[in-house]
């Protein structure tokens, strides 16, 4: 098993920003295959086409929450450029290290970023995606399913 | 604050009288109980007597039980003591979908050795259906493996009936009672039983203590080999504190079972009702009526275990859950999974385990604390709003 | 009748301290170590500084220590692991002939196997040969195991040496240092060592837990399998309160083990002397330099260890004959065999082993009782008088 270190645990027990961003310029939301889980990022730009704001919602361990959260801290003030170049070994070193058998619950954060920010960069942000972005979870859902069936 | 530990399907903690029996042997009865002189006689006797006290308990003779060093060895020794000294009989072995990791491992690594096992599919409440057994069998089956009773969902099994069926096909019959054990009732003659497996740990007693019963006639190989300590079935020198900690505690499961039993299933009882009530869309698992009486296993939709387990321990209360967040292989529960559940309510579940010392002001205290807890974490959950949404 | 217990070979009286480590653990520290809440989250922290507390103690580092159930499992785990992950790449193994049983019976098992074991031959003090190593090594090698310390005889083995001769051929160097842990430095670095085997209670430790030294890299199949615990190598719910005895053992030993092989080894040369001195036709066993500080092993013409044994209980004097382990069998010692003594000597032969608590006056004590008493029984023997008229 693991041990989470202060920071994560303060992350995970005072989760910053959760929630949903009202009119986001940018929506992700990634499941993981690993263990199931689901991590949702919205973000909202200034007038200076920097982060402003975002917030997370995760189904996910003190881990994945502990990352979402540092995550959402670690994006605001920076450009879409900058928040890009974002990895999850930034994010697990914000929180002090996370235990190996928990490193993937920090790129769902960094997957969920990216995804975030194609979103941006594709089209305006919007109701519309919200539905797609639950659709394409659930083909994650079903790949998590076939994945768990091919592992028996 | 008062910490309220409901995680006894792991571990309980050791009772004051054992952790006397094991203290005053340590100071008393130090020798080896393979020596000679008075220090091995004193030591024997203590060893000879918790066997006697252990095999009434479960209508053994004396010499049909073993003590090992957990209940994992006694799995271990029981399945590749079999399987090794009757390999020239068959290849086959039945058990079912749910065992402990204790009995699935060491199969797998029977099957990298050629052996072949039917895993018996149990019903959504975690139920074996004994047809499906008799159907199993073959002529190489040589051993049957199920638990008595399960340690994430508490369900029960036939174990009387498997075994009867055993019986008349010649099979032999091992039952990992490492959950039932001092809880309920256990009469191996009744039940038609040829090995059981218990650990001391799970009923008050010390860990690193396991007993197998052999029904006598059943030649098994060795997993232990050395000297020549419990019949050349298990070398090691015994652990004779240890020993005489389980049989404390198996004199204290025979003195209480029964009223604890009734006890502790009424306030399983209560705390299931009060949380099917006051949390929408959860669940039981296991089976509603044939569970062990110190179970609770439950299901919240949307919710992942480990981050609502490590919200109880914040409040103080402890707790187990099945989600794969929590296991090393990143996998959701197998016992779960293969009760039909979903991966994600699977990923949602918690089991809370009742011991000799919990009391209805705990209970009271969780039916309190674990409700806001859920409703917190889904509001959190990107799945839980759009479930709600519908 | 104040009793002198001189069996520390078979098995030593746990520590004060030791008790006293093991009994506040389980007061505080029930949690399963594998729980994630607090309470778990103790219960590993008092495993975790145990296992670095004891690598630090033989120069591993703690991802190379493996808490087992005994000495007797280590040595299992250590044999049968490499020899089911090696298999593919030979089926020979070395040992010598003055192993445990621990060892040996292991080995037999897997003769039936179909493995192949060179016994080298140890010389008339118990010793082997290092050049005898390097010839009994082929290309199918794959292990060679040989003990620290022998527990009958107290003989010491080349280890430093064995190994390098295995580290510069590419084999597996595993050393049952039962005898020696915490009596006799060992540094597993220095000395060349991938596996080593030792066990609390041989320390003034707990019954029931060993420990297994894997050196970072080297590859083995377990020996219980089921859940993930100890790295997947050695399954079942740890024994904290066993572990965290263990622990204050090694503790005790590595603050006191220079000043008492000592203080031991003064006292054993006294009693050798003494007893060579005032019993005619005594021999000393073993080696008479390189022999563990606290073994005394002497063999007495004509005279049957058994009853020697019962008169000196009858004094309130324990001591062993031949090793406990094997007193339930009726053949003659197998070390003292392979070491050339005839039967008819290895019979009489006495193993007297010191511990921490024993003093001048005791040893005094045995000097003055054992003398009447080999008199005695040989005024009993037809052998000897026969002897004595030559
Ligand atoms: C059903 C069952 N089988 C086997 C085991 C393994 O027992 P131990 O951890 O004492 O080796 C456990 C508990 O961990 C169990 O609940
Ligand atoms: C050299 C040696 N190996 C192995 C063992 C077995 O250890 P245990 O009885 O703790 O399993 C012993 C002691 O009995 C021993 O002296
Ligand atoms: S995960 Fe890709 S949009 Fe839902
Ligand atoms: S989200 Fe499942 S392990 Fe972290």
Redesign the interface.
Same mark, same amino acid.
């Given at each position: 098993?693991w %041990?989470y270190t202060d920071k994560v645990r303060e992350h995970?027990?005072n989760?910053r920003n *959760?929630g949903e961003v009202e009119n986001p310029d940018g929506i992700g939301?990634v499941g993981s295959l690993?263990?199931? %889980?689901?991590?949702?990022l919205t973000f909202k730009l200034d007038e200076n086409k920097r982060i402003k704001e975002a917030k997370f919602? #995760?189904?996910?361990?003190? #881990?994945?929450?502990a990352a979402a959260s540092v995550l959402t801290e670690m994006v605001v003030g920076l450009t879409i450029e900058q928040a890009e170049k974002i990895t999850n070994q930034d994010i697990a070193a914000a929180l002090g290290g996370l235990p190996e058998?928990k490193m993937?619950?920090s790129v769902l954060g960094e997957q969920v970023l990216e995804k975030a920010i194609a979103c941006y960069r594709g089209r305006p942000a919007g109701a519309k995606e919200e539905k797609m972005i639950?659709e394409c979870f659930s083909v994650t %859902?079903r790949e998590?399913?076939k994945a *768990?069936r091919e592992?028996r | 604050m008062n910490r309220i530990y409901l995680d006894n399907a792991a571990t309980t903690q050791a009772a004051p009288e054992v952790i006397e029996a094991i203290q005053t042997c340590f100071r008393e009865t130090y020798g080896n109980p393979s020596s000679l002189h008075s220090f091995g006689l004193e030591a024997r006797g203590v060893i000879e007597s918790a066997r006697r006290n252990i095999a009434g308990f479960i209508n053994a003779s004396s010499d049909e039980l073993f003590f090992t060093g957990s209940g994992t060895e006694s799995n271990n020794t029981a399945i590749k003591g079999i399987v090794y000294s009757l390999r020239g009989k068959g290849d086959h072995i039945v058990t079912t979908a749910i065992e402990h990791h204790a009995i699935h491992e060491p199969l797998h690594f029977l099957e990298t050795q050629g052996l072949k096992v039917t895993y018996l599919r149990n019903d959504d409440n975690g139920q074996v259906d004994p047809d499906d057994l008799k159907k199993a069998i073959t002529g190489e089956t040589i051993l049957v493996s199920v638990m008595h009773g399960n340690n994430e969902i508490g369900t029960l099994e036939p174990i009387k009936e498997l075994g009867a069926i055993c019986r008349e096909r010649g099979v032999y019959f091992h039952t990992d009672a490492i959950q039932t054990f001092g809880h309920i009732p256990i009469d191996v003659r009744e039940m038609n039983i040829d090995l059981l497996s218990a650990s001391a740990h799970k009923l008050y007693g010390p860990k690193g203590v396991g007993l197998l019963y052999i029904r006598k006639g059943v030649q098994m190989t060795p997993l232990l080999h050395g000297g020549g300590q419990e019949k050349r079935l298990r070398a090691s020198t015994q652990d004779t504190p240890g020993i005489a900690g389980f049989s404390r505690a198996v004199e204290l499961a025979a003195s209480e079972m029964e009223k604890e039993a009734g006890r502790q299933s009424r306030l399983r009882d209560k705390l299931i009702a009060a949380l099917l009530e006051a949390v929408p869309e959860s669940t039981l698992n296991g089976h509603p009526k044939l569970r062990l009486p110190n179970n609770v296993n439950m299901s919240f939709a @949307?919710?992942?275990g $480990? =981050?609502a387990l490590?919200n109880l321990d914040?409040e103080g209360i402890a707790v187990a859950t099945g &989600? =794969? @967040? /929590?296991s /090393?292989s990143? $996998?959701?529960s197998h016992v779960l /999974?293969a009760c039909g559940m979903t991966? $994600?309510l699977s990923?949602g579940s918690l089991r809370l385990s009742l011991g000799r010392t919990t009391t209805e002001e705990e209970i009271d205290q969780v039916i309190k604390v674990l409700p806001p807890i859920i409703a917190k974490l889904r =509001?959190? &959950?990107?799945?839980?709003?759009?479930q709600g949404a519908k």
């Open positions: 098993m %041990d995970f027990w989760p *959760v939301q690993a263990c199931g %889980d689901a991590l949702r919602k #995760s189904f996910g361990c003190a #881990s994945a929450i058998q993937h619950c639950c %859902d998590i399913e *768990v592992n | @949307c919710v992942e $480990e =981050a490590l914040m &989600s =794969a @967040c /929590t /090393t990143l $996998e959701p /999974t991966h $994600e990923h =509001a959190m &959950s990107p799945l839980y709003k759009k």
